[in-house]
Structures are given as structure tokens and as C-alpha cells.
């Protein structure tokens, strides 16, 4: 785990380097560019005749031009032009690519794969997503389909994990089995995970904008050429046609480079993911032994050619404007005893029998298992963090341990599930029913209040199901299956429309008010389904940062920190509660603002509104307060499965991914 | 060569040839983006179709075997009973067809006709067994019927959601500039939605309310 640590941190440095000096290439080429726009300018306002010519006198007498006023603002003028038409570019290409993976996904044409159906091999694709989704503990993306594509491959799109997609081709599916698909989906959520489709975005807008401008060079040019008066463009169009080509030759070799590191962390966290390196390394191979078949040959799609799993093109002629490291680097990477040879192209893999092919039909009636599970059942992890040193070393092998955890019992706790609560989690209508239940207050007399308040918003049928669901999620194991239902609703609840959104969101906040004292699990949750749902539906997936600094946060961390402890199971003194507190919480460098609250002071809208502003705070700060509610919580030396839970509900709720 | 630049006079119509390419491609990049907008509003609704298609194949996959346990039981009821299994078929065809163009007025107008005529034999059949407590508590009957209900709750819920993606692009491409260009990309006509017929209307208030 430390080991992908340090993966990570290289990656991420060289990215760093990499990115100042393509910010460094935008500044130099803007300055190249300005005295081109001079020159344009003058030839510009001059007449046909006389336009090169006055050209020409510009460029042998550069030095008086630019000693008079009128020189100066003219080059000014034509500074803030370049700038101005840049940005511009940049910014329209960002607004079109930041309008949501779905978007982009949509426009490909691709389809939604859905849970009801008819092919098998799609429905083997929603269970794996669903694994990993739950193993990554973030909610079910939506999974579209390339269906007419018989080339392998698949990229994730979007801006954040709240607003993430999973493009996946036909030929992938028919072609991969479910060990290799997995690697490969593992693949596509450590992009997610990783930032990394936001980090493509925006260098993808900067090249647009220096490419901009060679297009506009281009321009001038022909239009010089064709005309027999207009000499005086053609020789500043040229040059800006080659000052442009040269800087977006450049900017596009350093965005290749970022993104091969990028590819290589993917592959580093698909593994972490899946603890099966030859899921991954197998995919690779099918991709490399496919050849010319393997490749993406529709012409929407290659528009894609950046984000895809391994590079669709079908020359991979300048291999440093390759935006993948080369396939059998990868695959040594994963496996070193590969001998480097490709398998032959398969025969399509006749898909396994998974879940029940129709779950409503008389006979699957009955429970409904599904197929291996990968890792061996979850017990409760013993207290001993992997590594030796105390301090952060040891933090950080707590949430090591909560990763670890999960992904071994990612398939497990899928499959522990009560199948008509999957069922439920799977359906749109249901899963608003389920999360809607999962909130509902045990206590009658709220209970009643909070049936009414849904039956008012979203009608009595939601209702009568979330109260019969309520009944079933209280039932002994039910109770620790909750987080992976809440993700696999939210995943389902990507699909609804804006007046059905809003109708759920309205019965959620009245819900929430009609419970004065809701317990810390629940809070997370309502937090969730808020935050995933607002980012899906509402608008702006970036959530503004409002903290830099945790000092004026004191009061808030307090109060989370106390609920972990009051949420331990074991009765706490307000003394008691103060020590865990404040020795948990050193790391958050505090010193004197922590103070324990007892179980009786602590209002679930104040542990609601502590959640709300921590989730504003710089995501360094978040990680580091996820890490102190993780040591306490296995303060008393044991994790336990629903202590874990709690944790990773917390995380997700301040939108931490545990990795 | 400051007088050069001093006394030229400025081309008018060269600004004016400047300007019109600048607008040229401003409107390039609005049609392309206008393209990409009804694309992705279309795949949207037909994405959502593929939700009410998942739910009416359940209901319909459901079907026989109410009839069969139903047919233990009230076997000299068969004219209702064949009524219900025609009108299921009848709705299962008409599904087909609508799944093949699921923004068609007339294939969706099928279906909605279809599927009413579904609920409505759903009801009769409903209504007659009412007079046979022993198939009342069977288990299996129970359940069936408890499974359609639900069913129904799903393919309302999907239905809305359907008919609010039909809007959105029946929106936008009525929009300004979007009606200009709709035509030329293929999408020249607005997407129904789907309708609940009056039949299904007085019909679904009956099958919910069905105790067992």
C-alpha cells in the first residue's frame, strides 16, 4: 500500500514538472505571437498596394516603431489580443467538455447499458462496475455501451467522480472475459479516482487555444495567396501559422507525456483494486494479439482517441505523441514473466451464467446467488497497522486497512445482500424508496411524520414501498449492507429526470427535518445522497473550496469527531470523550480548539451542518480529518465491520476516496 | 515610416471581409454545437425508452404465469383468461415495434393502446377472481399480483421520466436557433410521448387496488 503511496507521488510530481513547462511554452508563445498581430495590424489598415510595403518598413526599422506611442499600444493591443483569443478558444472547448461525461457519452451515440437487459454480457458488465464501484466506495457510474463497435476499448468520461460515465465497447464485451474486464473497469474508476479526466480537459482546452491560433494563420495565409493585392498577410499569416504549429507541436508532446504517466498510475491503481494484476495484464494482450481488429474504427469515436484504454489509432508511428505508453511496457509492468508473445485471436468468449437472466420470471423467483466471489469472506481485521513507525505512518495504515477490507469483500458483501433489497437498489423507482426508507426514523411518531412528509411530496406508493423497506433493511445482516446499497440506489438514481429529481430532494430535506436527533451513519448518508445527487442533476460538479485551514473549523471537527466516539457502542463520559478527542485529533494540529462533546449535547443538524462545512474544506484537510475519525474509531484496538462502514460513510460523505 | 503609417487610410471593406469570416465561424461552431445538442437530447429519451422497455417486459414476462395459476383454479373462466393472454401478446408486439423507434407517434400511440388494453383485461380478470377465495390465498397469486403492482409503479415512474426527456428535446429543437438546422440533421419532426390512454387511466385505478 505504501508502495502505490510513493507510485503515486512520482507520478504526480513529474506531472507537476511537465505542467510548468507547458505553462511555460503558453507564455512563450504568446509572446512570439504578440509582434506577429503587429505586424497583422499594419498590414491590416493599409491599403492593397501599399500593405507590404509598410510591412516591410516595420520589420527593418522595428526599434523606431516601437519607441512611439503608437507602436506601443499597438503592441499592447496586440498582446492582449493573442491572450484574449486563447483564452477564448480554451474556454469554449472547456464548456463543451466540462458539460458532463454523459455528454460527451451521448453524443457518441453510445447506449446505456441498463440492468433489465437481454444481453448477458451487458448485465456481466453492470455487476463488475457495481464491484468495483462499491470496492472504490464511490456511487455506480452510468455504464454506456459502443455497441456497434467491434474494436476493444473503453475510457471513462467526466469531470468528477460525482459526474463520472464508463464507455465501454461492444467488442470489448464479447471479447474479454470477466477477470480481464474487471481489470479493465478498474482502470477506467482509477482515472476517475484520479483526477485525471479533469487534469485532460484542461490541457485539451490550452492545446485548443494554440491551436487557435495557427488556425487563424492558416487563414490569413490562404487569403493572402488567393488574392494578388494582399501580399502584406501572407508573410505575418505564415509565421503565425508556424509559431502556432511549432507551440501546439510542443504543448501536444507534453500533454502526451503527462498523460502516459497517468496511464501507468491507472494501471498501478487497477491493481490495488482488484489485487490481480493478470485480470489487467491478460486485457492488454487480447488488446496487442487483436491487431488491426482490435483498434476503434468509427469515426465519432476516435474523437476520443486521448481517453481510451489503450491508443485506437491505427499507426503508432511518433510514439512520443502517443498519449499510452506502449502495450508491451505496460503489460511487463504487470507481469514480469509475460515472454512477449501475443495470444491469437480468440473466439468470443461465450459469457457465463451470472445473475438470473430474467429475476422476475416464476422460477428465479427464488434467492438468486451470483457467481465466484473473488476474495475470501470479510472478517473483523485485527488492530495492527502494516507499518512499524508511529504518527502518520500509522494514520495512513488505517485507512490502508479499511481499503483493504472492502476490496476483499467488495463481491462478498454484493452477494450477502437480501436479493429483493439488490433488486430494489437496482430500480429507479425502488431505489428512491430504499434510500428514502434507510432515513426513516425508528421511533413512531417521527416515523408517521416523515411517511407523510413523502406520501405529500412523492406520492403514497413511494411511500407504502420505503416504510416496507424500512422493515426489511432493520433485519439482522441487512444492517451491514447498507453503504453498498446506498451506492448502487445512487448509481440507479444518475437516470432521473429534473422534476423527478427535484421531487426527491425536496421528500429527502423534509425527512431530514422531521428528525431531530438522527444518528451519525444517517447523517453521512442523507449527506451523500446530497452531494452525489446535487453534483449528477444540479449543476457545477466542483464543489467551491471555501477553508484553507482548519482554524476556524475547531468546533466543527470537534463535534464529528465526538460522534465517532458516541457512535462506538460503548458509553462514554464527557472526560472519556475529551481525551479520545483531542489525542485523535492531533494530527489536525489544533491545539486547544478541540473539545470533546458528550452523546447527550450533540444535535444531528449540528453533526449535519459540521459534515456541510467540513465538505468545503481543501481536500488535504479532508483527508487529514477522514484519518483522524479513522483512528479513533479503531481506538479500541479491534475494527469492526460496522465501525469500518461508519468510516468509509464519513469519507464518502466529505468526498475522500479511501485509496 | 511613421508618416507611412500616419496618413493611411483605413480599408473598410477589408475590416468588412475580416468580420464576416469571424461571424463564418462563430456560426460553424454554433451548428456543430446545435448537432451535438439534438444527438444528445435524442440518445437521452431513447435511453430512457430502454427503461420503460425493461419494466413492460417484466410485466408482460409476468403475465403467463398469473394465467397459469389462475387457470388451476377458475378453469371455465377461459374466455376471460384467453382475453388477458391476447391482449399480451397484442402488447408485446406492440412494444417491438415501438422499441424500433421509440420517438414514432404512431408506434408509441400503439403501445399505449396495447398496453391499456392490457391493464383493462387485467382488471376483468382481476374483478372475476374476486368470486374464488381458494385462488385469493394462494401464495403464488399473491405474489404475482403483488409483483404487477409494483411493476406498475415502475413503468409509471419510467414513463414520467420518458415523457420529461421528450420534452427537453421537443424544447430544444423548437428552440431558436435549433429550429433553423433541425431539419437539415434528420431531426425535422418532434418525438411523441407516451400517453396514457383513457382505458389504462380508468384501469390502472382498479389493479393497485386489488387486496389479497
Not at chain 1, 112 to 124: F, I, K
Not at chain 1, 159 to 185: F, H, I, K, W
Not at chain 1, 577 to 599: I, N
Request: charged share 20%; net charge positive; with cysteine.
Amino acid at each position: 500500500m505504501l508502495d502505490f503511496q510513493a507510485q503515486q507521488d512520482q507520478a504526480r510530481r513529474r506531472t507537476g514538472v511537465l505542467l510548468a513547462m507547458y505553462a511555460l511554452g503558453l507564455v512563450v508563445v504568446a509572446a512570439l505571437t504578440a509582434p506577429i498581430f503587429v505586424l497583422i495590424l499594419v498590414a491590416v489598415t493599409n491599403s492593397r498596394s501599399k500593405s507590404a510595403e509598410a510591412v516591410f518598413h516595420v520589420l527593418e526599422h522595428p526599434v523606431n516603431f516601437m519607441a512611439t506611442g503608437w507602436g506601443q499600444t499597438v503592441l499592447t493591443g496586440a498582446a492582449l489580443f493573442t491572450a484574449a483569443v486563447m483564452l477564448g478558444a480554451s474556454l469554449h472547448r472547456l464548456a463543451v467538455l466540462r458539460g458532463g461525461g454523459g455528454v460527451l457519452a451521448r453524443e457518441l451515440g453510445a447506449s446505456l447499458a441498463t440492468a433489465g437487459s437481454e444481453d448477458p454480457q451487458e448485465r456481466r458488465l453492470l455487476n463488475v462496475v457495481e464491484e468495483i464501484a462499491i470496492a472504490a466506495s464511490i456511487p455506480t457510474p452510468p455504464v454506456y455501451v459502443l455497441r456497434e463497435e467491434s474494436g476493444i476499448n473503453a475510457f471513462a468520461a467526466g469531470y468528477a467522480p460525482s459526474d463520472a460515465v464508463v464507455v465501454v465497447t461492444g467488442g470489448m464485451l464479447r471479447r474479454l472475459n470477466r477477470e480481464q474486464l474487471q481489470g479493465v473497469v478498474a482502470h477506467e474508476f482509477s482515472h476517475i479516482l484520479n483526477g485525471d479526466m479533469r487534469l485532460n480537459i484542461r490541457l485539451l482546452a490550452l492545446l485548443h487555444g494554440i491551436a487557435a491560433l495557427s488556425l487563424i494563420g492558416r487563414v490569413m495565409l490562404e487569403s493572402g495567396r488567393y488574392s494578388r493585392k494582399g501580399g502584406g498577410l501572407m508573410l505575418p499569416g505564415m509565421a503565425l501559422l508556424i509559431i502556432g504549429a511549432i507551440g501546439a507541436g510542443v504543448a501536444a508532446l507534453i500533454r502526451a507525456a503527462i498523460s502516459r504517466q497517468r496511464e501507468y498510475l491507472a494501471d498501478a491503481s487497477a491493481v490495488e483494486f482488484t489485487r490481480n494484476p493478470a485480470g489487467l495484464a491478460g486485457a492488454l494482450k487480447v488488446v496487442g494479439g487483436a491487431g488491426p481488429h482490435g483498434r476503434v474504427t468509427s469515426a465519432r469515436a476516435s474523437q476520443c482517441n486521448h481517453m481510451f484504454f489503450a491508443d485506437g489509432r491505427a499507426s503508432l508511428a511518433s510514439s512520443l505523441l502517443a498519449s499510452h505508453p506502449p502495450l508491451a511496457d505496460r503489460i511487463r509492468r504487470l507481469d514480469p514473466t509475460w515472454d512477449g508473445r501475443w495470444p491469437a485471436s480468440q473466439v468470443e468468449e461465450a459469457p457465463e451464467v451470472g445473475r438470473a437472466a430474467a429475476p422476475w420470471a416464476a422460477a428465479a423467483l427464488a434467492d438468486v446467488r451470483t457467481s465466484i466471489p473473488l476474495a475470501p469472506a470479510a472478517t473483523a481485521v485485527p488492530a495492527r497497522p502494516a507499518a512499524a513507525n508511529a504518527g502518520s505512518a500509522a494514520v495512513a495504515g488505517w485507512s490502508a486497512q479499511i481499503v483493504l477490507q472492502r476490496v476483499q469483500s467488495a463481491r462478498t458483501r454484493i452477494d450477502a445482500i437480501r436479493p429483493e433489497l439488490l433488486a430494489a437498489a437496482r430500480d429507479a423507482f425502488d431505489a428512491q424508496a430504499l434510500l428514502l426508507g434507510m432515513l426513516l426514523s425508528r421511533r413512531p411518531e417521527i416515523a408517521r411524520a416523515q411517511a407523510d412528509a413523502i406520501a405529500d411530496t412523492l406520492g403514497v406508493a413511494v411511500q407504502l414501498r420505503a416504510t416496507a423497506l424500512q422493515r426489511l433493511l432493520l433485519v439482522g445482516e441487512a444492517k451491514e449492507t447498507r453503504l453498498p446499497l446506498v451506492l448502487l440506489a445512487l448509481g440507479t438514481l444518475a437516470n432521473l429526470s429534473p422534476p423527478q429529481y427535484r421531487k426527491l430532494r425536496d421528500a429527502l430535506d423534509r425527512v431530514l427535518a422531521a428528525n431531530t436527533k438522527m444518528d451519525l451513519f444517517k447523517l453521512c448518508v442523507q449527506r451523500m445522497i446530497a452531494a452525489h445527487l446535487d453534483a449528477r442533476h444540479g449543476g457545477d460538479a466542483r464543489a467551491v473550496v471555501q477553508y484553507y485551514s482548519l482554524a476556524r473549523l475547531g468546533p466543527e471537527c470537534s463535534t464529528l469527531l465526538s460522534a465517532v466516539a458516541a457512535a462506538g457502542g460503548k458509553e462514554l463520559t464527557a472526560e472519556e470523550t475529551d481525551v479520545l478527542v483531542r489525542r485523535s485529533g492531533e494530527p489536525l494540529k489544533l491545539p486547544g480548539l478541540l473539545r470533546g462533546r458528550s452523546a447527550a449535547e450533540l444535535r444531528a443538524v449540528a453533526i449535519h451542518d459540521a459534515l456541510a462545512r467540513l465538505g468545503e474544506a481543501s481536500a488535504p484537510l479532508r483527508r487529514r480529518v477522514v484519518e483522524c475519525c479513522a483512528t479513533l474509531a479503531g481506538a479500541d484496538e479491534v475494527l469492526h465491520h460496522g465501525e469500518s462502514e461508519l468510516v468509509s460513510a464519513i469519507a464518502d460523505a466529505l468526498r475522500v476516496p479511501l485509496m | 515610416m511613421l508618416h507611412v503609417l500616419a496618413e493611411m487610410p483605413v480599408q473598410p471593406w477589408l475590416i468588412a471581409v475580416l468580420a464576416v469570416a469571424a461571424v463564418g465561424i462563430v456560426l460553424a461552431l454554433l451548428a456543430i454545437s446545435v448537432y451535438n445538442a439534438l444527438v444528445r437530447y435524442s440518445t437521452g429519451y431513447q435511453n430512457n425508452f430502454a427503461q420503460i422497455d425493461v419494466q413492460l417486459k417484466r410485466r408482460h414476462d409476468l403475465i403467463p404465469n398469473l394465467v397459469e395459476v389462475a387457470k388451476g383454479y377458475m378453469g371455465h373462466e377461459r374466455g376471460t383468461l384467453e382475453a388477458v393472454i391476447a391482449a399480451r401478446n397484442q402488447a408485446v408486439s406492440g412494444l417491438a415495434a415501438a422499441k424500433a423507434n421509440p420517438g414514432d407517434a404512431a408506434a408509441l400511440a400503439g403501445l399505449s393502446g396495447a398496453e391499456g388494453a392490457l391493464s383493462g383485461a387485467l382488471g376483468r380478470l382481476f374483478a372475476v377472481a374476486e368470486a374464488y377465495p381458494d385462488l385469493k390465498a394462494n401464495a403464488n397469486m399473491m405474489q404475482l399480483s403483488e409483483e404487477l403492482t409494483s411493476t406498475e409503479n415502475r413503468i409509471a415512474f419510467a414513463r414520467q421520466a420518458f415523457n420529461d426527456a421528450v420534452t427537453r428535446f421537443n424544447q430544444y429543437r423548437r428552440s431558436f436557433p435549433p429550429i433553423l438546422l433541425a431539419g437539415l440533421f434528420g431531426y425535422g419532426q418532434d418525438a411523441a410521448m407516451l400517453e396514457v390512454t383513457p382505458t389504462e387511466r380508468a384501469s390502472l385505478q382498479q389493479v393497485p387496488a386489488v387486496k389479497f
